[in-house]
């Protein structure tokens, strides 16, 4: 499959992770030793799980999850993964909690993340099923499953599946943080059968160790054959084959809260390229569904 082929039919399977978020939207400095005031509220979030649920939201009539959560929020998430359109195969960790994330979100709209991924990173290559792939058009894998052994393995078990049946598979690099545990050569190793990189522009350049983000996409395309780069308020770069094909720029908006702008990237680009566009305009309407995810609070599209 050459890298602007789209697949046209077929589900979206996102492998990744559902975790509660805490947001915490705060306008002045933080204030060290006392209290500061906050809008606080308790949200579904992780970066697979809001993928899945941003592709549901701007078309793709089939989209399925596979994530681990603890027994402490099980029906929590499945009810708002359903209520927005996603299949869930959610594995119960009876040992671990579900993962949590505190995201500090200043009054540029930029947040901060303390995360304790718990159940999220537990999934294994035992949670792994070829028959999960039945009637997948594309797979989706969240970079978080590279951090620990386990989930590596899962990943690894699930991309081996997918070229076999010829199902192209994306991955989203994640967090520039957790990039430096896991090591650049190793996550590479590891992703070099994927179809598509999309990476924000840290990541990117961590991956690449280039500072000049047009070289770092370039740089990318050479490892699979499409990257895809989100800078933010400035759109995104596609990558093909070791050069940018195309700058895409971002669509205006009122920022509030930039959590999850990169996963509704994610969702939208996945479910453009499940009904047929090329990376550009898959690309174009990511970034359209960025624009949106930062107006409103969480990582997740409003229901209904």
């Known amino acids: 499959m050459s890298a602007g082929a789209a ?11 559902v975790v509660t978020d805490v947001v915490a939207r705060y306008r002045t ?3 060290h030793g006392t209290d500061t005031a906050a809008e606080i509220r308790t949200l579904p979030g992780g970066a697979g799980a809001n993928a899945a649920c941003w592709a549901a939201h701007t078309g793709c009539a089939d989209v399925r ?11 929590w998430h499945g009810e708002r993964l359903r209520r927005a359109g996603v299949h869930a195969h959610l594995v119960v960790d009876e040992e671990v ?7 500090l979100v200043d009054s540029s709209a930029e947040r901060t993340f303390l995360t304790n991924s ?16 039945d009637g997948v058009g594309r797979m989706h894998l969240s970079g978080y499953l590279f951090v620990t052994d386990a989930s590596r393995g899962l990943a690894v078990a699930a991309m081996r599946a997918a070229r076999e049946r010829g199902v192209p598979v994306s991955v989203d690099p994640a967090s520039a943080g957790f990039l430096k545990e896991v090591g650049v050569d190793r996550f590479l190793a590891a992703v070099a059968s994927a179809e598509t990189l999309l990476p924000n522009a840290d990541e990117a350049r961590f991956l690449t160790g280039l500072a000049d983000l047009a070289s770092a996409a370039a740089e990318l395309s050479r490892r699979v054959p499409v990257a895809v780069v989100t800078v933010g308020g400035e759109g995104a770069l596609v990558a093909e084959a070791g050069a940018v094909t195309a700058r895409v720029p971002a669509f205006p908006a009122r920022a509030v ?11 939208a680009f996945l479910a453009a390229r499940l009904a047929g566009a090329d990376p550009v305009e898959a690309a174009k309407e990511g970034c359209r569904a960025g624009a949106r995810a930062v107006t ?4 997740r599209p409003e229901p209904g």
Do not use: E, K
């Open 65 to 75: 999850l596979l994530a681990r959560v603890g027994t402490d929020a099980h029906d």
């Open 97 to 103: 909690p579900t993962g949590t994330v505190i995201c």
């Open 29 to 31: 400095p933080l204030a």
């Open 118 to 133: 718990s159940a999220s990173l537990c999934l294994s290559a035992a949670d792994w099923s070829p028959s999960l792939l």
């Open 257 to 267: 809260d930039s959590t999850g702008a990169g996963d509704a990237f994610t969702g």
């Open 7 to 17: 697949v046209g039919r077929g589900a979206l399977l996102v492998v990744g992770d």
């Open 296 to 299: 409103i609070p969480g990582g």
